[in-house]
């Protein structure tokens, strides 16, 4: 109700704005807070407009339109869920975010610029603070995409010409920027400002290109689409680019049948027209004039003349051309053996040429009485005259119309590394490939395969493969691979030995327990050509990959078979790795013998005790018989409810000896030890007034043992009853002396007063027996498992040992002592003194 009455209290808050000019009239006890935030936003985006930092109990929010004071709601909460009104239709898509009061406003209208006020009203039960969060919303218009104008698209040069941004809105100020794109790509700014004209005085070919504006404002930038400007110019004096490019003192030479191309260009807008004269005369229309396969007769002077037929203007330029005729290229050399790679055979070539280049060869084969190579293109270097490993030779020729002489050069060296074999089978299996490579050297040497059984392949240079089909090689003879280089006097040598594999485990007979992970290991005794790899087999006969049951390990040497979590039925078995190659095959068998683990031992509880008066937690204490490869891993503690006693959980004053609740169906609840070492536990959360029974059970990765006898927890040691004894001695003590002197006070006044001492000792023994004791005292005897004493002594009734001891000493009538609940330990104990005396016989 409160709230109620707040809320309609606060609803009159935008009236009371209106007319005492922007105060909040509230109980002054309350709080008022103001807060200001300036909000921009975009027409056609969203925005939120935040309402404090939390969700407060009431809020409203409304609108002020700019240039009025009118408030008006725009949504509130005034704790029955959001009300949107329809004021909000004209703001924008409004919406309220859950578990706040802030709102979004999604595609934003220009309608929306203007004051948003936010009542928050916090505490309303208690003392109501109220907060106004005043959000100030520009709504911003984006710019359009501008337009860009030209005064003149192709001014010519040195003139005047304008340039204009149009665009068709855009909140203001707005900055224009005009970029200037080249035919290269290359992209800079040309003028900025805030005006959207700018003039282009003296125009120059550099102003020629892609230009466009750009048009921004605090929301966007938009771009025009560019606008080519061509600039009229030129021409400029032409350019000349001889190809091939070569210089002589006369001009520009080449080499005869090579293609010259000459270019004339001329900067010019438009393009110039150009035409090549060659000595005065008109030979070609156009800016590149190509002369193939270039003749002395074209030796002469070449003119180009460009012209702007647009302005009408023109210019000229002329160079000289000299043709030579020199061989193409350079010298090439080579070197290859000869007479069945025995020699070597050096050769040198340059062709072509005007007149015929000179060619000689130089390096370690000049010997003494051999100058006539110098002047030979082919040598032929014999075996003993060849020299020693990595020797370089030269060619060298000459022409004319070079400046300077070229050379080519060989070098001749034996392969750096050994003769490699090796073998390997086809992926179908339907080939053994023998492979023979000697890589390297100049020049390339030659391999041949010699094998068993006419298995033979005749010479190759590099490499050689000998091709056998699947099977058929032969197993313990050698396959030998030669190779012959000319600078070597001996044949290399490399050879293949193929064998069958043979594979070795390291034991034929594996047991483990159940439960367990096993390696089977399997591995070849040697490297085996051709090799191939180890394959698996479980006991079922079936090819093994790795899976969740299986982990399979492999190298070209070994393959080890990981089977995991194993069973007696399941994994039991004849386990089989094979493998085998072109020559033949093996296989191994390996016997998995899977066993169940033995019988944990029995476990026997030797304590079960209640811990305290409490009687909610029990320590437990057992032990286990000693058995050697028990390899236990924890135990299960169990406790069942027995019975109830009532009158216990809702404080009744039921006597202990009161009849037992029944608690139904016996149900054992479980408890997980882990630690296969211990050997003590205490159990809590136990019920007070429950009787339970405990019992355990040993247990190893597979099997569960007996469980133990079950046991009722044992009462705590009591340690009261010393002090119960002493209070019932000092009662005794006393009722002693207090009997004392009322005998002594009767004896002396028992002329005054007679009939109390008749009373007292006149009467016979048996008659005061009888009156002195009373049927309570032989009830609480009997309650506590004591009997009063028939003679004339004072007797002492004491309480359970496990209660407080409490005297009354202004008890005058002998009551029966009523014995606490177990458990309760702060309960009080009434002990009742009585006191027997006699008369004198």
Not at 634 to 661: C, K, M, T, Y
């Amino acid at each position: 109700m409160v709230a109620q009455q707040v809320g309609l209290a606060f609803l009159l808050l935008p009236i009371s704005l209106i007319t005492c000019n922007h105060a909040v009239q509230v109980d002054q006890n309350w709080e008022v807070v103001y807060r200001d935030t300036d909000v921009y936003g975009v027409v056609g985006k969203a925005v939120i407009l935040e309402c404090g930092p939390t969700l407060p109990d009431m809020y409203i929010w409304s609108f002020t339109k700019p240039g009025t004071e009118a408030i008006k709601a725009v949504v509130y909460d005034l704790g029955k869920g959001t009300r949107i009104q329809k004021l909000a239709e004209g703001l924008g898509q409004l919406s309220v975010i859950s578990n706040s009061a802030a709102v979004s406003i999604e595609k934003l209208p220009l309608a929306a610029h203007g004051l948003f006020t936010c009542q928050a009203f916090y505490d309303i039960e208690e003392e109501p603070k109220v907060y106004y969060y005043y959000v100030h919303l520009t709504v911003r218009v984006p710019v359009s995409k501008p337009f860009l104008l030209m005064s003149d698209a192709s001014p010519v040069e040195g003139s005047t010409m304008w340039m204009r941004c149009t665009l068709e809105n855009g909140t203001e100020p707005i900055q224009y920027e005009w970029n200037h794109e080249t035919r290269s790509g290359n992209i800079t700014a040309f003028a900025r400002g805030n005006s959207s004209v700018i003039n282009v005085t003296d125009v120059n070919r550099n102003h020629t290109g892609w230009y466009r504006c750009v048009a921004s404002n605090s929301v966007n930038s938009e771009s025009s689409n560019r606008l080519w400007l061509d600039t009229i110019y030129g021409p400029d004096i032409p350019q000349i680019a001889v190809t091939p490019y070569t210089v002589t003192e006369r001009g520009y030479s080449a080499l005869e049948r090579e293609t010259v191309s000459l270019l004339c260009q001329a900067h010019s807008n438009p393009a110039s027209q150009y035409v090549w004269f060659y000595n005065n005369s008109q030979v070609y229309t156009g800016p590149q004039f190509t002369i193939t396969k270039v003749l002395r007769m074209h030796t002469g002077d070449y003119a180009c003349l460009a012209q702007n037929t647009y302005l009408n203007t023109r210019s000229k330029k002329t160079i000289s051309l000299t043709v030579y005729y020199p061989p193409d290229d350079s010298p090439s050399c080579s070197v290859e053996p000869a007479l069945n790679h025995t020699s070597l055979r050096l050769l040198c070539s340059w062709p072509g040429g005007f007149p015929s280049p000179s060619l000689w060869w130089t390096g370690d084969l000049i010997l003494p009485g051999r100058e006539d190579l110098q002047t030979s293109a082919a040598t032929l270097l014999l075996g003993e005259g060849l020299t020693s490993n990595n020797s370089l030779f030269k060619c060298i020729g000459s022409h004319q119309a070079l400046k300077e002489a070229t050379a080519c050069s060989v070098r001749t060296y034996v392969p750096p590394a050994e003769p490699v074999c090796f073998a390997y089978v086809t992926n179908n299996q339907q080939y053994l490939m023998l492979s023979c490579s000697w890589d390297g050297g100049a020049p390339k040497a030659l391999v041949w395969w010699e094998g068993p059984g006419g298995q033979s392949k005749g010479g190759e240079e590099n490499s050689n493969i000998l091709i056998l089909r699947y099977g058929t090689a032969h197993s313990g003879l050698p396959y030998t691979c030669h190779a012959k280089h000319p600078l070597l006097v001996q044949t290399k040598t490399c050879r293949l030995t193929l064998e069958a594999p043979v594979l070795l485990t390291q034991r034929r007979v594996v047991s483990v327990y159940e439960g367990d992970d096993v390696q089977l290991t399997c591995s070849l005794r040697a490297s085996y050509l051709p090799a191939n790899e180890i394959t698996w087999f479980n006991n079922q006969g079936m090819d093994v990959h790795s899976t969740s049951k299986y982990t399979v390990l492999r190298t070209s040497a070994w393959a080890n078979l990981t089977v995991k979590d194993v069973h007696e039925t399941l994994d039991s078995g004849e386990y089989r790795c094979s493998t085998s190659n072109a020559v033949g095959g093996t296989e191994i068998n390996i016997t998995l013998r899977v066993n169940r683990h033995p019988m944990p031992p029995n476990a026997t509880l030797v304590s079960v005790q209640y811990n305290s008066q409490k009687r909610n937690e029990v320590d437990l204490e057992w032990q286990v018989e000693n058995k050697e490869g028990s390899r236990l891993t924890g135990f299960i503690l169990e406790h069942v409810w027995l019975s109830e006693r009532p009158g216990r959980r809702d404080g009744s004053n039921a006597s202990e000896e009161g009849q037992a609740e029944r608690i139904g169906p016996a149900v054992w609840y479980r408890s997980i030890i882990q630690d296969p070492e211990a050997r003590s536990h205490t159990i809590g959360r136990l019920t007070p007034t429950v009787t339970y029974q405990f019992r355990i059970t040993s247990v190893n990765h597979r099997t569960v043992g007996h469980a133990s006898a079950a046991k009722t927890p044992a009462e705590p040691r009591h340690n009261v009853y010393p002090a119960v004894v002493g209070a019932a001695i000092g009662g005794m003590l006393f009722a002693a002396v207090v009997t004392v002197l009322l005998l002594v006070f009767i004896i002396r006044n028992r002329h005054n007063n007679p009939r109390l001492h008749d009373m007292l000792f006149g009467l016979q023994h048996s008659q005061s027996r009888e009156n002195i004791n009373f049927p309570e005292d032989e009830i609480v005897g009997a309650s506590e498992g004591q009997t009063g004493d028939a003679g004339g002594g004072p007797t002492l009734v004491l309480p359970r040992a496990s209660s407080p001891l409490t005297i009354s000493p202004t008890s005058a009538t002998p009551t029966s002592s009523q014995a606490p609940p177990p458990g309760d330990d702060d309960e009080r104990v009434n002990v009742t003194i009585t006191v027997k005396a006699t008369g004198p016989q």
